[in-house]
Antibody, heavy 121, light 108 residues
Framework: EVQLVESGGGLVQPGGSLRLSCAAS????????MHWVRQAPGEGLLWVSR????????NYADSVKGRLTISRDNAKNTLYLQMNSLRAEDTAVYFC??????????????WGQGTLVTVSS | EIVLTQSPGTLSLSPGERATLSCRAS???????LAWYQQKPGQAPRLLIY???SRATGIPDKFSGSGSGTDFTLTINRLEPEDFAVYYC?????????FGQGTRLEIK
């Protein structure tokens, strides 16, 4: 079964740091682009970042550039999101999602169950 | 940035009816890079349609996508109770990847 499982969320103070993980199974992780998407309470979906299959290319939403860093360990089938200088507006459920391969894009599928990050004093 | 505008914001229909959801882009989107997702409360989004009109694995044929350029449509036939949810369109043509604000499909 193709599966993504996030972990690492929690309560953090403004200015603090957190590292999210997304463990992948059931597919060849090293072949796929991977993404992080977040959803603030009661709000819609916001794409955060993506990384290519070998980790050499990354992109970020302007709102997180310079504060959040995406990375991956293909040997461990795990995607990461290092979150620094966190702000109240970063409070959200963070989802990881599988993207496309070098051969094409077929939507974000699957998604993990999400992990909640709350930034508050 | 490509802005996706979904309409209506909320759609109230009865089971058995047909739902038509619209997604309009601020600039042309390659049909290869337009997707639709369904999200139920407390759950992750689920991919329904990719490439504007291709159904994802396991998605019943009551769901269909169409459109090109700047105007895209998701149609859901014969609404069932489990279809009432929030639906999002997404474009992957240009960076940053963007989502529409969502259409809430509610039971009338």
């Amino acid at each position: 079964e193709v599966q993504l499982v996030e972990s690492g969320g929690g309560l953090v103070q403004p200015g603090g740091s957190l590292r999210l993980s997304c463990a992948a199974s059931g597919f060849t992780f090293s072949s796929y682009w991977m993404h992080w998407v977040r959803q603030a309470p009661g709000e819609g979906l916001l794409w955060v970042s993506r990384i290519n299959s070998d980790g050499s290319r990354t992109n970020y939403a302007d709102s997180v550039k310079g504060r959040l860093t995406i990375s991956r360990d293909n040997a461990k089938n795990t995607l990461y999101l290092q979150m620094n200088s966190l702000r109240a507006e970063d409070t959200a459920v963070y989802f990881c999602a599988r993207g496309g391969t070098k051969n094409g894009f077929w939507g974000f599928d699957p998604w993990g169950q999400g992990t909640l990050v709350t930034v508050s004093s | 940035e490509i802005v996706l505008t979904q309409s209506p914001g909320t759609l109230s229909l009865s089971p058995g009816e047909r739902a038509t959801l619209s997604c309009r882009a601020s600039q042309s989107v390659s049909s290869n890079y337009l997707a639709w997702y369904q999200q139920k409360p407390g759950q992750a989004p689920r991919l329904l349609i990719y490439g504007a009109s291709s159904r994802a694995t396991g998605i019943p044929d009551k769901f269909s996508g169409s459109g090109s350029g700047t105007d895209f449509t998701l149609t859901i036939n014969r609404l069932e109770p489990e279809d009432f949810a929030v639906y999002y369109c997404q474009q992957y043509d240009n960076s940053p990847i963007t989502f529409g604000q969502g259409t809430r499909l509610e039971i009338k």
